[in-house]
Nanobody
Framework: QVQLVESGGGLVQAGGSLRLSCVAA????????IGWYRQAPGKQRELAAT???????TYADSVKGRFTISRDRIGTAVYLQMDSLKPEDTAVYYCHAEGYYRAGASWTQGTFWGQGTQVTVSS
């Protein structure tokens, strides 16, 4: 199976920066897309930023120009550089991936979520 292991959350003042990391562990994987969603208290989970295996990025309008997503060469690790953070960026950030993982001699399609990492921005 596949686990997405996140790190890098924490508490920061408004205007500060944080860098989130997510690494896939377990089975060999081939992700079509990997990225970050976030869920603020009392709100639905929403897309923050994603990147495809081809390098195409998608950002929520609210983070464009402030967040930068990147991945390693083989696409099993993803990073989110968050600059100019605002209190409204406070949320649990979840790593998400879609693609295939090696199960025995075959490849199986799957969708994967990390456990989440808390980001708190104080005003």
């Amino acid at each position: 199976q596949v686990q997405l292991v996140e790190s890098g959350g924490g508490l920061v003042q408004a205007g500060g920066s944080l860098r989130l990391s997510c690494v896939a562990a377990g089975s060999t994987t081939s992700f079509n897309v990997i990225g970050w969603y976030r869920q603020a208290p009392g709100k639905q989970r929403e897309l923050a930023a994603t990147i495809t295996i081809g390098g195409m990025t998608t950002y929520a309008d609210s983070v464009k120009g402030r967040f930068t997503i990147s991945r390693d060469r083989i696409g099993t690790a993803v990073y989110l550089q968050m600059d100019s953070l605002k209190p409204e960026d406070t949320a649990v950030y979840y790593c998400h991936a879609e693609g295939y993982y090696r199960a025995g001699a075959s490849w199986t399609q799957g969708t994967f979520w990390g456990q989440g990492t808390q980001v708190t921005v104080s005003s």
